[in-house]
């Protein structure tokens, strides 16, 4: 289980819960951009979309705004958008095609 903390926006921190031991971990790789819905899970990996609040702060990519976090190697990165522009984020979903 990946979970991942908020505060006014921005990702303050991510934590993934070990079975086996029962207990939490600390990711020290974590993106400082506010994430926007749910997950998606696809081949071992979580994405999200980034919320638009980073482009007021000055620090959202404009040509990066998907995060993927590997669940094998417990990283982030960033993912190039497809291109596709709005002003209404609730127009956007990730989803997960079986």
Do not use: A
Not at 21 to 45: A, E, L, M
Not at 50 to 61: A, R
């Amino acid at each position: 289980m990946v979970c991942t903390l908020q505060n006014t926006g921005k990702c303050i921190g991510t934590v993934v819960h070990n079975l086996g031991t029962d207990s939490w971990r600390k990711i020290s790789s974590f993106p400082q951009y506010p994430i926007y819905g749910k997950p998606v899970f696809v081949h071992g990996f979580l994405h999200w979309l980034l919320s638009p609040l980073g482009q007021y702060y000055g620090e959202l990519p404009v040509d990066q705004t998907i995060v993927s976090f590997d669940v094998c190697k417990e990283n982030f990165q960033l993912l190039p958008h497809p291109g596709i522009r709005s002003k209404n984020i609730e127009e956007f979903r990730l989803i997960e095609c079986n």
